[in-house]
């Protein structure tokens, strides 16, 4: 059965299953490896068996993760994969309850620890990946002058550009261009602030 091609997650319980640390972790790694054992799993994020099954037997309940063909012959293995092609999480479904809200704040500041904790990650063992990935890798910071409706528009094209690199990267590599291709994280952030000013003379 074909899988659901973003779930958008709008009932602060589904979002409370997601926003777990262990989970997080745990779909972020079955998103990546498209399908995987709780053993190969428990491996990656060094924890016990028992318990990467019970947190992916909670991501299961909320239909966040489904039991996958096996790609073994042990019988005994149960393998999973994420039900969708990925998860939104928009700020105006968590709006209209103050349990909503907190719950969407809690979850945006976890999945961004999490994001850090993966940058910090790389740039700890910077030095093994060569000149050519730290060339290609970056981060950047910039200052812009936008209104909501530019900004979205902005959102909007960076999303259908990011479409394009992964589509034609999966496609490329499904066809035998396997040489050099790593996973690569793309953090982005868009967002509003205000700095005082000093007042005209």
């Given amino acids: 059965m074909a899988r659901e091609e973003e779930r958008r997650i709008t009932d602060v319980g589904t ?9 997080m972790k745990l ?6 490896a498209e399908a995987a054992t709780a053993s190969h799993l428990a491996e990656q994020v060094d924890e016990a068996v028992s318990l990467v099954s019970y947190h992916l037997r909670k991501l299961a309940e909320h ?6 063909e096996p790609r073994s012959a042990d019988g005994r293995e149960r393998w999973w994969q994420p039900s969708s092609e ?5 700020d ?15 979850a945006s500041r976890m999945f961004l620890d999490q994001r850090a904790e993966m940058y910090r990650g790389y740039l700890d063992q910077r ?4 000149p050519g990935w730290n060339e290609a890798a970056h981060d950047s910071e910039s200052l812009l002058r936008l209104t909501a409706e530019e900004l979205a528009e902005l959102k909007k094209d960076l ?10 990267g999966r496609t490329r590599e499904a066809a035998g261009d396997t040489e050099g291709r790593e996973h690569v994280a793309l953090h982005v952030y868009g967002f509003p602030f205000r ?6 003379p």
Wanted: overall charge neutral; glycine content about 4%.
């Fill in 92 to 106: 105006k479904d968590f709006q209209d309850a103050p349990e909503k809200v907190a719950a969407h704040l809690a």
């Fill in 127 to 130: 030095a093994h990946w060569g």
């Fill in 195 to 200: 700095v005082w000013e000093a007042p005209l």
């Fill in 159 to 168: 999303h259908a550009l990011l479409k394009r690199y992964d589509e034609q």
């Fill in 63 to 68: 239909g966040l993760v489904e039991e996958a």
């Fill in 27 to 32: 779909y972020r790694l079955l998103f990546v």
């Fill in 15 to 23: 979002l409370k299953a997601l926003a777990h640390p262990l989970r």
């Fill in 86 to 90: 990925g998860v939104s999480i928009r």
